[in-house]
């Protein structure tokens, strides 16, 4: 049985990576391992491993500086000791007692307290910081261990960077994740969708007629770099969620060459430099999560000016590809701890499921409590208007008492209770990206799939049939008498 899962913030990467070494989740690679392709195939092992395998330490990595750390949060296991939870459901369950709404005496005392507690959430500003141990103003980043991926990527891809940026319009920080490929040692590409934070950002600098500068973190807490990915509101800095999720506030410090850019202090290294609003540059081809690669585009491109980092450096990365991948995890983890959100909105929304082959954005598993004809009609749409839900490509409604987590019970569903000329919606609307099936990027048609038990009102007027179920009462009569006569458990 293993152990139970260290429930703590971590200071940083290096005590994240200890605690799973402490835990059994992590292999040291003490020989010497090529960044381009190596490292990746070996973490792609593991990843496909039942269970995602392990976390990988690379020791020795021929051309770089400093260690390489890959599979960090890539099983159920993983990444709840990144969040310190024992489950998923956890952080949310947090959320909804803090949403909760004021009650009447008491209750409502205990209801602000709860309240008061997110101001100990928000970042904690420091004046020195490890990741500002060394200094380099004549930075190279070929010295980090970047890797390649896969054999037709267009080069070496930064692919677990936290990229801060702010409008010089004003309002809060960003902070995201956002691929960067690797042109030199002081140029990347910079993987800014038009629906991200960060491209509005440059497009305000470019309004302003000014660069926009940007500080990229790597490594630092597990809790923010999984803050980073988070599908968050736009009045919610990823930093203080972090804060939330790990019970602590992020410290965070100036950046050395940017001063109002606020950076995390326990990162392991900082890229700072700007981005030319008008500069664009081909980016790709890339392996990506959808399993296939991303062809080559135009994306603005980022210059680096200066690196600081701590003394003894870890360089974390992440390899995304066909499923299942280390990315899934974080994916599962915005899953569980989002739902008690969309169900504030949506309280007839049971459970939701993204399955790891739908790659986040392709399918949409979700049971609900219907109540009257075109209910899951309702809460298609309703879903496609939430978000990052937006670019969801399917979407498949069933009752409540089917359980979405088993893909196989829902297949069973779609194949029995749908009829394709009365059951199916197909919408048009935005879609991801990284999606190369629409005749058009970004843009293209969308599928709901009502897969419930049918009213008359929705044109159904025969009776709906009753699902096969034994008698639960003799079920566990039978059980008993089975295990009283020590026979091998009964199915």
């Known amino acids: 049985m293993a152990a139970p899962l260290p429930r703590r913030a971590y200071a940083d990467l290096h005590d994240f990576v200890h605690a799973l070494e402490e835990a059994g989740e992590l292999i040291r690679v003490p020989y010497a391992v090529d960044p381009v392709l190596e490292i990746a195939a070996l973490a792609d092992g593991q990843c496909k491993l039942p269970g995602g395998g392990k976390a990988l330490l690379f020791e020795r990595v021929k051309g770089a500086a400093w260690p390489v750390a890959i599979n960090l949060f890539g099983s159920h296991r993983r990444i709840c000791m990144a969040l310190g939870v024992e489950s998923l459901e956890e952080p949310g369950q947090r959320i909804l007692d803090l949403l909760a709404p004021p009650a009447a005496g008491l209750a409502a005392l205990k209801s602000l307290g709860r309240l008061r507690q997110i101001a100990h959430f928000f970042p904690k500003r420091v004046k020195s910081a490890p990741c500002k141990e060394v200094i380099d103003h004549a930075p190279d980043l070929n010295r980090l261990g970047v890797i390649t991926a896969w054999p037709d990527d267009g080069g070496p891809f930064i692919s677990l960077p936290l990229v801060f940026t702010r409008s010089p319009a004003g309002g809060p920080p960003n ?46 807490d597990p809790a923010l770099i999984y803050a980073a990915t988070a599908p968050l509101p736009d009045d919610l800095p990823e930093v203080a969620f972090a804060g939330f999720l790990r019970n602590r506030p992020v410290e965070m410090v100036a950046a050395e060459t940017i001063p109002d850019l606020l950076v995390p202090a326990h990162a392991d290294f900082i890229l700072e430099g700007y981005v030319e609003p008008a500069e664009r540059r081909m980016e790709g081809p890339y392996g990506d999560h959808t399993g296939y690669y991303s062809l080559p585009e135009p994306y603005p491109v980022f210059h680096l000016t200066c690196l600081t980092r701590r003394r003894e450096p870890l360089y974390p990365t992440i390899i995304v590809g066909r499923p299942p991948m280390e990315d899934d995890w974080l994916g599962k983890a915005t899953e569980r701890i989002f739902l008690p959100l969309i169900r504030l909105q949506l309280p007839e929304v049971v459970d939701l499921h993204l399955p790891f ?135």
Not at 176 to 191: A, K, N, V
Not at 202 to 216: E, H, I, K, S
Not at 480 to 485: E, F, K, L, S
Request: proline letters at 5%; aromatic letters at 6%.
């Open 357 to 491: 082959e739908g790659v986040f954005h392709n399918l949409v598993l979700v049971s609900v409590n219907k109540r009257f004809p075109g209910h899951a009609r309702k809460v298609m749409h309703a879903l496609w208007g939430l978000g990052q839900m937006q670019f969801a490509k399917c979407i498949v409604v069933v009752d409540g008492d089917v359980d979405v987590q088993k893909v196989g019970e829902v297949a069973f569903r779609v194949a029995n209770n749908v009829d394709w000329k009365r059951d199916i919606t197909v919408v048009e609307g935005p879609l991801d990206a990284l999606d190369h099936s629409s005749p058009q990027p970004r843009f293209g048609g969308k599928i709901g799939i009502d897969a419930t038990r049918k009213l008359a009102e929705e044109g159904h007027p025969r009776p709906w049939p009753g699902d096969l179920r034994h008698d639960p009462a003799l079920v566990a009569r039978l059980r008993a008498a089975w295990a009283a006569a020590g026979l091998e458990e009964v199915g």
């Open 175 to 220: 902070v995201g994740m956002y691929r960067m490929q690797l042109y030199d040692g002081q140029t990347t590409g910079m993987h800014w969708h038009i629906h991200k934070h960060g491209a509005a950002h440059l497009r305000a600098a470019g309004q302003a007629g000014t660069a926009l500068p940007v500080a990229v973190a790597l490594g630092g």
